[in-house]
């Protein structure tokens, strides 16, 4: 079955950095959401793509987090300048459709910073 | 307000007994989707069942099924003959068409399967 796969599984970094993660979603699939998970709490909506834009945010996706498709495949999650808080489990999600259908999830990348 | 409402945080079963998970959901939607979601230790997230608010039948796929009660807004998810595997966090989700199909999880509930 095809999969949503995401990379690095963990990545660790310092305050203040720049991370980028990254996502390949199923290839026929035009929507595209990132989770977060923060340790022991729930999975909380950051931002949703479609049409190589951003078509909702949550109040968590602030200026220091941007979404890119740079080329059809990839679909990326960046942090400008990351703080303790952002330290959590970051899920890439894709479906075929906007309709009420199954979101196929990756893996998760594990960020933490330091 | 909470859209969904676990309020179990953490339950024990028997291994080859059932479990029933509850779920409860608030949407002024017509059209909305509840997912449940088992997520192992290991962290990722995996898709278990689905239920549309149109579908009639209740969901099923192999030992998970979900009790559908639209009246009273309840997505209970029922595990079949337990197994040791099943121990993990469960999450019940839902996607409204008034939400932009992003999907409102609930809380979570950790499910430990005793031998």
Partial sequence: ?114 | AQKITQTQPGMFVQEKEAVTLDCTYDTSDQSYGLFWYKQPSSGEMIFLIYQGSYDEQNATEGRYSLNFQKARKSANLVISASQLGDSAMYFCAMRESLGDYKLSFGAGTTVTVRA
């Fill in chain 1, 1 to 114: 079955e095809p999969e949503v796969t995401q990379t690095p599984s963990h990545q660790v970094t310092q305050m203040g950095q720049e991370v980028i993660l990254r996502c390949v979603p199923i290839s026929n699939h035009l929507y595209f959401y990132w989770y977060r998970q923060i340790l022991g709490q729930k999975v909380e909506f950051l931002v949703s793509f479609y049409n190589n834009e951003i078509s909702e945010k949550s109040e968590i996706f602030d200026d220091q987090f941007s979404v890119e498709r740079p080329d059809g495949s990839n679909f990326t999650l960046k942090i400008r300048s990351t703080k303790l808080e952002d330290s959590a489990m970051y899920f890439c999600a894709s479906s075929v459709s906007g309709q009420n259908e199954k979101l196929f999830f990756g893996s998760g990348t594990q960020l933490s910073v330091l």
